[in-house]
Structure formats: C-alpha cells, structure tokens
C-alpha cells in the first residue's frame, strides 16, 4: 500500500482564493482525520470521518473551511476564502478503528497565503 | 493548562545516550500515541498503547494509566533519532488532545 497520500505537497495562493487539498487514505481504513499544524498551536484536529460520514467537525475554525467525503477512497478539504492565516501545513491520516489502532499520515499539504 | 504535557521540550543527546521523553494527561483516554515528526515535516505513528510496555527496536514506549503518565525512552540514540516527538491522547470522543512536542536533537 502507497500509504496515505496527500495533495498538493505545497500551495501558495493569494488571500481570497479558494484552496482544495486532497486525501487518499489507506484502503480499507475506516476513519478519515484532518489535522492543521502550525507553530503557534502545533497541531490540531480539524475534522474526522467515520465511513465517509463527518464525525465531529468541531475543530474546524470557520465557515471558510468545509471537508467532504464522498467516497471511501477520497476526501477534500476547502477553503474558502483563503486567509493568511490559514497558512500551516495541513495533514490527512486515516485509522482502521479509533483508540486502540494505529494511524497512517499523509505527508502533509504546506499552504502559503498571501 | 493543557490536557497533555509534554517535557522536555528541547533535549540535546550526545550519541549513544538513553533518552527519556515524558507525557501527563489529564482526559480519560481510550489510548495513547507518540508521534515522531522528522525535520522534513513528515509524521510517523510510532507507538498506539493502552497499558504496560511496547518495544520497536530501540523505542520503547511505557504507560501508566493509574498515574496518567507516559515514557518514550530511546537506547543507544543516534543523530537520524533527531526529530520532534509528539505525545497525543484522543479521549473517547476522539477529540485529540495534542502535547506541544519534544524537540530531540542527537549530536554525532
């Protein structure tokens, strides 16, 4: 297995732009975390999914930010409108089962707004 | 306060040291992780344990679950050991607790 994969590995857009970043987690793994990390707050979860379902959202900042599942091989995490500080690296991992199984991360997704 | 602290968050080892690297928590936890994040940014789960001791080469990762506490010990550390460590607890909502990191650098 590739692991899980993460896209774009860096994205430098201007503030107002719309940002995608993307998740392929490992197949057959059944819960989807989105983490943010900066150096102010280190990291934090954002959003997970649990069978394509959003779990809890409630680390996502602000309405600017949105995250969809729409497959079991997919996710996608949107802002919009882009802000600088959005900037962070954005991580993806995905767990077969919660608490007592290990997780996979993604490599990361370096965002730069400005 | 924080619910997971980490300590130290900077330690510098000359190679060859056993290194300790420590984590209290204070949420109910279903489990607890350490992370090893590399220079490069990348991050490895390294350890997933609920209770007693867990081994993988020359990491070995202890908790306590009575006390709240956590060790990530490190033998014989070498330089490519340098990276950043991450102690972090989901509670039983999943809700992750994260501790700020350790910071290990390892000298030749």
């Known amino acids: 297995d590739a692991g899980v994969i993460q896209s774009p590995r860096h994205e430098v857009t201007e503030m107002g732009q719309e940002v995608t970043l993307r998740c392929k987690p490992i197949?057959?793994?059944?819960?989807l975390f989105w983490y943010r990390q900066t150096m102010m707050r280190g990291l934090e979860l954002l959003i997970y999914f649990n069978n394509n379902v959003p779990i809890d959202d409630s680390g996502m900042p602000e309405d600017r930010f949105s995250a969809k599942m729409p497959n079991a091989s997919f996710s996608t995490l949107k802002i919009q409108p882009s802000e600088p500080r959005d900037s962070a690296v954005y991580f993806c991992?995905?767990?077969?089962?919660?608490?007592?199984?290990?997780?996979?991360f993604g490599s990361g997704t370096r965002l730069t707004v400005v | 306060k924080n619910e997971v602290e980490q300590s130290p968050q900077n330690l510098t080892a000359q190679e060859g040291e056993f290194i300790t690297i420590n984590c209290s928590y204070s949420v109910g936890i279903s489990a607890l992780h350490w992370l090893q994040q590399h220079p490069g940014g990348g991050i490895v789960s390294l350890f997933m344990?609920?209770?007693g001791k867990k081994k993988h080469g020359r990491l070995i990762a202890t908790i306590n679950i009575q006390e709240k506490h956590s060790s990530l010990h490190i033998t014989a550390s070498h330089p490519r050991d340098s990276a950043v460590y991450i102690c972090?607890?989901?509670?039983?909502?999943?809700?992750?607790?994260f501790g700020t990191g350790t910071s290990l650098t390892v000298i030749p």
């Open positions: 197949s057959g793994h059944d819960y």
């Open positions: 344990l609920s209770s």
């Open positions: 972090a607890a989901p509670n039983t909502g999943n809700q992750f607790y």
């Open positions: 991992a995905s767990s077969l089962a919660t608490g007592n199984y290990g997780y996979t």
